[in-house]
């Protein structure tokens, strides 16, 4: 299913291909997307499902984030087509498929310093990695 009438004129897009569970630390994403709340031209697309999904789409409706949230979807080319920048806050990894899919469109990718995610992501070159928080 493809998000519906999104306006991205003038929009910065930061996407995130996740189970919604604790290896994947959305809780972590969440509190980022919470920091940009005031700023209208970016949005937060979360693509996947799992345990973590439903409460932290109601926590963003109720506080009025600008996330949209796909579900499980085979559109990822189509999502990734539309992302400025990619974010990975996963507190531990083996072959993080989903940033070497965005790697390979030239996406510039913002992940934790974990295994899988470090041997993935090199700092420079428009991709940068940072230390994983455990917000669970």
């Known amino acids: 299913m493809r998000i519906k ?7 910065i897009i ?7 569970n604790y290896q994947k630390n959305m809780f972590m994403v969440y509190i980022v997307t919470k920091m940009f709340k ?13 345990h973590d999904k439903e409460l932290l789409e109601r926590k963003a409706k109720e506080e009025k984030l600008n996330i949209y ?3 499980i979807t085979k559109d990822i080319p189509f999502y990734l087509s ?3 920048i990619y974010l990975s806050t996963s507190i531990w990894e083996g072959l993080p498929i989903s940033l070497i899919e965005a790697q390979s469109l030239g996406i510039p990718i913002v992940a934790t310093d974990v295994v899988g995610n470090n041997k993935v ?12 928080i455990d917000e669970a």
């Open 14 to 20: 930061i996407a995130t291909i996740s189970s919604f």
């Open 121 to 132: 992501v090199v700092n420079n070159n428009n991709r940068c990695i940072f230390n994983a």
């Open 38 to 50: 005031d700023y209208n031209n970016i949005i937060f697309l979360w693509i996947g499902d799992r």
């Open 82 to 84: 539309a992302t400025d």
């Open 69 to 71: 949230f796909t579900g």
């Open 5 to 11: 009438k999104i306006d991205l004129k003038n929009k």
